[in-house]
């Protein structure tokens, strides 16, 4: 069974950084499409960022373009996402998640698409 395990979360004011981890479980880490989710109290699960199984290609939502970066390392089964110049409105519990579908292209965007998840971590960004 795959296990992904985040942490990093954590209070922080407007315009800090915090680094997100999730460590994988297993021998196929790098046979997974990655992504990294969050909710908001009361609201939908939402997509943040994506990224291929070699780490080649990565994407984003808008809203955090340029302040986010998704990053792995397949060598230590681990997905990254670098969160700088943060908002209040970035204050959410983050997921990360694994698809492990062979599909070509690479990208899904719904959380359904996802096969494994991680329990979440809280991040809290104070104005």
């Known amino acids: 069974q795959v296990q992904l395990v985040e942490s990093g979360g954590g209070l922080v004011q407007a315009g800090g950084s915090l680094r997100l981890s999730c460590a994988v479980s297993g021998r196929t880490f790098s046979t997974y499409a990655m992504g990294w989710f969050r909710q908001a109290p009361g609201k939908e699960r939402e997509f943040v960022a994506a990224i291929s199984r070699s780490g080649s290609s990565t994407y984003y939502i808008d809203s955090v373009k340029g302040r986010f970066s998704i990053s792995r390392d397949n060598a230590k089964n681990t997905l990254y996402l670098q969160m700088n110049s943060l908002k209040p409105e970035d204050t959410a519990v983050y997921y990360c998640?694994?698809?492990?579908?062979?599909?070509?292209?690479?990208?899904?965007?719904?959380?359904?698409?996802?096969?494994?998840w991680g329990q979440g971590t809280q991040v809290t960004v104070s104005s």
């Open positions: 998640a694994a698809d492990s579908s062979p599909r070509a292209p690479w990208l899904v965007i719904t959380p359904s698409d996802y096969d494994y």
